[in-house]
T-cell receptor, first 113, second 117 residues
Framework: AQSVAQPEDQVNVAEGNPLTVKCTYSVSGNPYLFWYVQYPNRGLQFLLKYITGDNLVKGSYGFEAEFNKSQTSFHLKKPSALVSDSALYFCAVRVTGFQKLVFGTGTRLLVSP | GAVVSQHPSRVICKSGTSVKIECRSLDFQATTMFWYRQFPKQSLMLMATSNEGSKATYEQGVEKDKFLINHASLTLSTLTVTSAHPEDSSFYIC?????????????FGEGSRLTVL
């Protein structure tokens, strides 16, 4: 069964520093991986996806993610964090053969001034 | 970009009443929509997959008679929480897939917070 793990409940980083939010996955077949961000009492906003091609995927708001097949990881990164990046981040994987997504438990990112 | 609208954003109701939440794709046709439930500080739990013109497919453990889903048109899906009880209080989020999007790429509504008194 497809699954996604986000090992960190919260990540704290100072503004201007690089940030990484971790995600590992387990799928049968080729993975379709996604990152979404959620602000309080709001729906999810799409950040980026990996379907095929380059392992480094660039997305919205300066975020990027690196697909690593050998480590089954898809970590979200940003070179320089902003206070406004503080939010809840979800990694997700598409269930093979279906359109639905399975989400990780989410990681709260807190960027301090 | 693809926009999904949910209404209402917040609703408070009395125990025993039914509440309907609408999910609309504003600038695209969505043959498939998904309904998620999110508990405080937890991840999203997929409740059901809504297919236009056919019955919804519910995830294991989700009561079909409790959470009625109707997808009557290519731009509208509704979730009705019947005979709501306080334990149904939650944040409900819908999502939709465009026909041109990548497999699994979904666009989400803003969510609807239901509080049952």
């Amino acid at each position: 069964a497809q699954s996604v793990a986000q090992p960190e409940d919260q990540v704290n980083v100072a503004e201007g520093n690089p940030l990484t939010v971790k995600c590992t996955y387990s799928v049968s077949g080729n993975p379709y991986l996604f990152w979404y961000v959620q602000y309080p009492n709001r729906g999810l906003q799409f950040l980026l996806k990996y379907i095929t091609g380059d392992n480094l995927v660039k997305g919205s708001y300066g975020f990027e993610a690196e697909f690593n097949k050998s480590q089954t990881s898809f970590h979200l990164k940003k070179p320089s964090a902003l206070v406004s990046d503080s939010a809840l981040y979800f990694c997700a994987v598409r269930v093979t053969g279906f359109q639905k997504l399975v989400f990780g438990t989410g990681t709260r990112l807190l960027v301090s001034p | 970009g693809a926009v999904v609208s949910q209404h209402p954003s917040r609703v408070i109701c009395k125990s025993g009443t039914s509440v309907k939440i609408e999910c609309r794709s504003l600038d695209f046709q969505a043959t498939t929509m998904f309904w998620y439930r999110q508990f405080p500080k937890q991840s999203l739990m997929l409740m059901a997959t809504s297919n236009e013109g056919s019955k919804a497919t519910y995830e294991q453990g989700v009561e079909k008679d409790k959470f009625l889903i109707n997808h009557a048109s290519l731009t509208l899906s509704t979730l009705t929480v019947t005979s709501a009880h306080p334990e149904d209080s939650s944040f409900y989020i819908c999502s939709a897939k465009t026909t041109s999007g990548a497999p699994g790429e979904l666009f989400f509504g803003e969510g609807s917070r239901l509080t049952v008194l």
